[in-house]
């Protein structure tokens, strides 16, 4: 469904979305454009901002990086007002097409409304159903769009009490920012699988995805929005509902060891020292001699430095990674294809020649980078080559908004840790445990009965019931191409 635009990274898991919504500040659209290019790392396929100035919404959304679309004067110019909403997007419900792009915007009974969101909705077929038996047209092929016609047909009560039923009426993982002509909305599902946190901005409020975003506009950090919370930011401040019944939290545990930027802090740790943690739990559970720690860059490098640490073994960048590649490299042909690992990761052969290397990366998706990695440094003289990974086995496929591929192609799927080995050709491999994992997060053992986290790529255990799999998406106009 996705376009890749760089082939190399198909091998790693992907984060659907981050979202943005201010409320209550002068240039509110230029500061959500900053925000957004600190979320970029969560969805990197299209970019949107609705904007409210007291009169009228207005609206930009494109396909691309958020610096490809909002650079330029005119299009801040043209989004005026102290209100506002964004998004970025990694799709994994509906089409890479520019009616797909959110946030959605919809004139309902009591005016404008307008929708980013950041999961999945496991129930979403069912419900679009639903609603096209009862009249519903779609616009898009969304999961989000769901939301706003449940909310359409809904004949009474108050913009909150009809995105309340609208939401008693779906199930998975959402972190949704809203918007009318008189608030901001922001609400957690009652698991709180996604983040979503809220900070003071100037006279005003932020919600964002995470708090990189509180940095580059220069928010304060004021808490992070409770699982099952829902707030409205408007003139007189900011209100809290708890309009769900409560529920386990089940915070994505992956938003540790891969999602979140480093620099922030969710659900109160720091992800950066989450991910040492891990490696240091790595290291103690899975030692090996070695003469030197290596980092599978960018996001194998916190982990790699806590390993190094607590294995006494000297961390040094023996894989250096082009950040320059970005998305200029389309559709290469199966020669280059084979080459491409070595544009965006080359060896240092001065830190690898003739040593003992430890590698260590955040997972093992379809096995194909690590693989290439591996010869990578092999051609380059490493004497031995022991893979260190600071996930467990990633052995399903996650419902909750992070693209991953179908379960028969996860590695972890189909083969057991030694054969695993064999395929990516390394002396040794191990993984962290889930209850190394769960130690690393400050739990002595993961709770088999009412776990601490979501973990469902590790353990097949899913927090919500995924009512979608049973029936299959809805028949799709499917349009490759649209213009604004
Ligand atoms: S299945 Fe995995 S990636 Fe998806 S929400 Fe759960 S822990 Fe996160």
Same mark, same amino acid.
């Given at each position: ?117 950041? %999961? ?26 769901? !939301? ?21 009426? *779906?199930?998975?993982?959402? +972190? ?5 002509? /008189?608030?901001?909305? %922001? ?27 509180? /940095? ?23 209100? +809290?509902?708890?309009?769900?019944? +409560? ?9 540790? !060891? ?10 109160? +740790? ?17 030692? *090996? ?44 042909? /199966? ?21 003992? !290397? ?14 290439? !990695? ?26 909750? %908004? ?83």
């Amino acid at each position: 469904m996705s376009i890749r635009t760089n082939p190399f990274d198909d091998d790693k898991l992907k984060e659907e979305c981050g979202v943005v919504g201010i409320y209550g500040v002068d240039q509110a659209a230029a500061r959500t454009v900053l925000a957004l290019h600190a979320l970029q790392h969560r969805g990197q396929e299209a970019a949107g901002i609705v904007v409210f100035d007291g009169r009228q919404f207005n609206a930009h959304r494109a396909l691309g990086h958020v610096a490809d679309n909002f650079s330029s004067e005119s299009v801040i110019a043209r989004l005026k007002g102290f209100a506002a909403v964004g998004h970025v997007r990694y799709s994994t419900t509906g089409e890479t097409v520019l009616r797909n792009v959110q946030p959605l915007f919809a004139d309902l009974e009591f005016g404008g409304f307008a929708i980013g969101h950041n %999961g999945n909705l496991t129930n979403a077929y069912a419900l679009h159903r639903d609603l096209v038996r009862r009249g519903s047209l779609f616009q898009s092929t969304t999961d989000t769009e769901v !939301i706003t016609h449940l909310m359409a047909t809904q004949l009474r009560g108050s913009v909150i009490d009809r995105l309340i039923h609208a939401l008693q009426q *779906v199930e998975g993982a959402y +972190s949704l920012v809203a918007m009318t002509g /008189d608030m901001v909305i %922001g609400v957690r599902d009652p698991l709180g699988v996604r983040p979503l946190v809220l900070g003071k901005l100037g006279d005003g409020h932020i919600l964002t995805s995470e708090t990189c975003a509180l /940095d580059i506009v220069g928010a304060e950090y004021l808490r992070d929005i409770e699982p099952g919370e829902l707030v409205v930011l408007d003139r007189s401040g900011v209100h +809290s509902l708890r309009p769900f019944p +409560s529920a386990p939290h089940r915070f994505c545990v992956f938003e540790y !060891i891969y999602f979140a930027r480093p620099d922030s802090v969710v659900e109160g +740790s720091s992800v950066y020292e989450a991910r040492k943690r891990i490696g240091a739990e790595l290291a103690r559970e899975f030692p *090996v001699a070695a003469d030197v720690v290596i980092p599978v860059p960018d996001s194998g490098v916190p982990a790699a430095i806590g390993f190094a640490a607590e294995a006494r073994i000297p961390f040094e960048l023996g894989i250096i990674r082009n950040h320059y590649v970005g998305r200029t490299f389309i559709e290469p042909t /199966d020669h280059i294809r084979h080459l491409g690992v070595k544009l965006k990761h080359n060896a240092n052969r001065a830190m690898i020649e003739g040593r003992r !290397i430890v590698l260590i990366d955040d997972s093992i998706v379809r096995g194909t980078t690590s693989r290439k !990695i591996v010869e990578m440094v092999r051609s380059v003289g490493a004497r031995e080559v022991h893979m260190r990974i600071s996930s467990p086995p990633t052995t399903h496929s996650c419902f909750y %908004g992070i693209d991953t591929p179908e379960r028969s192609q996860l590695l972890a799927a189909k083969n057991d840790v030694q054969a695993m080995a064999q395929i990516i050709g390394v002396d040794s491999l191990a993984f962290i445990t889930i209850d190394g994992l769960y130690r690393a997060m400050g739990h002595s053992a993961r709770d088999s009965r009412h776990p601490q986290f979501c973990d469902a790529c590790f353990t097949g255990e899913y927090p919500t019931s995924l009512t979608d799999q049973g029936v299959g998406p809805p028949a799709q106009l499917s349009l490759l191409a649209e213009t604004a």
